[in-house]
């Protein structure tokens, strides 16, 4: 029972370097969303996709790159890391019905 | 004004206790609607989902107002482990397709 896994779970980057953030589910789920969240602070959409092929913007966009090649991957791609980005990401899928949604584990983001 | 909206709290509260949250949200088309409880620096898990007619589920219970547009969360006899951050999730009605998350409302459980 996978679920959504995100890889990798912790990591340190330097201002101007950049990653891709991994997520993967098995339950072929058309919905994914990443979100980041700060200290003390709420959910914020990053971008999501409601299948392969198809991504959108969410409320917090600027920095970060996505796509959907297919059903079961959407890999976040921080550009250019900034100190603004360290954060906890979280990535979630769900079906496009009206359904919960399901979290993976995080990945804990420091920039320096 | 926010999409979905929640007290923030803390709601400090004794062992033993009911506490009530609720959640209002503002598209009269939203579709579906979930409570997920979030604990300090882990992934929101869903706690249950919010049926028109209400729901309970042992010491849970939810309900759904359409009419006044808010959503509500009773949790009785308060466990210290249910101390948590609880956030309101509303689905999208049709043609939207991004979920809303309410900031979450901190509940703190005392001895």
């Known amino acids: 029972n996978a679920g959504v896994t995100q890889t990798p779970k912790f990591q340190v980057l330097k201002t101007g370097q950049s990653m891709t953030l991994q997520c993967a589910q098995d339950m072929n789920h058309e919905y994914m969303s990443w979100y980041r969240q700060d200290p003390g602070m709420g959910l914020r959409l990053i971008h999501y996709?409601?299948?392969?092929?198809?991504?959108d913007q969410g409320e917090v966009p600027n920095g970060y790159n996505v796509s959907r090649s297919t059903t079961e991957d959407f890999p976040l791609r921080l550009l250019s890391a900034a100190p603004s980005q360290t954060s906890v990401y979280f990535c979630a899928s769900r079906p496009l019905s009206n359904q919960p949604q399901h979290f993976g584990d995080g990945t804990r983001l420091s920039i320096l | 004004r926010k999409e979905v909206e929640q007290d923030p709290g803390p709601f400090n509260v004794p062992e033993g206790a009911t506490v009530a949250f609720n959640c209002t949200y503002s598209n009269s088309a939203s579709q579906s609607f979930f409570w997920y409880r979030q604990d300090c620096r882990k992934e929101p898990k869903l706690l249950m989902s919010v049926y028109s007619s209400g729901n309970e589920d042992g010491r849970f219970t939810a309900q759904l107002n359409r009419a006044s547009q808010y959503i509500s969360l009773l949790i009785r006899d308060s466990k210290l482990s249910d101390s948590a951050t609880y956030l309101c999730v509303v689905n999208p009605p049709p043609g939207r397709r991004a979920l809303t998350f309410g900031s979450g409302t901190r509940l703190q459980v005392q001895p």
């Open positions: 996709s409601v299948g392969a092929g198809i991504t």
